[in-house]
C-alpha cells in the first residue's frame, strides 16, 4: 500500500491580472501549503476500483469526484488497467480555497505513478495530466512554495517558507471558484513585483509582504457572496501575536500566521476561536 498526505494549500498574496479571450483570468500568486491535509491511500485490488470516502468531510464527497476524475484520466493517458482500492480521509473542508481537492488529484497521480506495475511517466506527462484536471493541481504537484502565475500553468519555484505557526479558520460556508469568479468587480492589478519574491524567507520579510500588499484581489468578490469572511478577517486581525492575515484562494477560509514561539498568544487565539461555531485548525506552514 502507497500513503501520503496531500497538504493544504494556501495563497499568501493572490492577484488577478488579466483575462483570456476564453474567460479564464490570469492569476500571479505566492503559493504554499501547510503541514495539515487529507490522508490517501493506494493498493492494488483484485476485480475492480473500489474508493472509499472517510474524514471529517468524507459524506460530503459526491459520486462524481475528484479522485475518480483523476482515475480515470490516468487510466486514459497511461492505458493502465490494473484495479485499484482508494482510501481518502477527507479533512481539508470542501470548497474552502485551500485546494483541497487538487491536493489530492496531485497526490494521486504521484502515489499510481510509484506503483511498481503502473507505466513510467515523465514529469511533463505528470504535469500535463494535472492541467487537464485543475487550475491548481499542478502547483499541488509542486507541493512546494511556488510562484504560480498564467491559468495556473507557469511555475516558479522559491525558496522555502519559514516554519510559522498558522491557524486556518473556516464559517462554515463553502464558495465555488467559478462564483467568485462570476462576481469579480474589481480593476487587475499589476504582477507581484519579482524583488519581493527573491532570496531566502524569514519571518520579517514574510511579515513585510503580507502587511505591503493587497493580499487577495478576491477579497471584495467572496464578501458579495460570503459577508461572515469579514467578521473572521476581523477577528483574527484583533488577536496578538499574529504577523499577517488574509483570504485563501477564492475563500472563505482566512488564515492568520503567528510569531515563532508564542505559544500562550496562539493559545490565547484558540480560546477565542473556540467561542465561535467556525471551522478552525492550528498547523505549520510547510518549509
Known sequence: MLSSLAFAKIN?????????????HLLDSLVGFCEFGDRLEISLNEARDEIIMEGTFGLEIGDNNIIR?????FRETTKWEQPVRIRLEKEIPIGAGLGGGSSDAATMLRLLSQIPNSPPLTHKELFNMALELGADVPVCLHGKT??????????????PLPKLPIVLVNPNCRLETKDVFGAFRGNYSDPIDS???????NQEKLENLLTSERQNDLYDA???????????????????GVIGVGMSGSGATCFAIFERGKTSKINEALRKLNGTTWWHKLTYLLP
Open 195 to 201: 524583488y519581493l519574491l527573491e532570496k531566502s524567507w
Open 222 to 240: 467572496a464578501i458579495s457572496l460570503v459577508p461572515q469572511i469579514s467578521q473572521v478577517l476581523r477577528l483574527l486581525r484583533e488577536l496578538p
Open 69 to 73: 476524475k483523476t482515475l480515470e484520466k
Open 12 to 24: 499568501l498574496l493572490l492577484k488577478v491580472t488579466g483575462r483570456r479571450n476564453n474567460g479564464y
Open 146 to 159: 511556488t510562484r504560480m502565475q498564467g491559468i495556473g500553468e507557469r511555475l516558479s519555484l522559491l525558496q
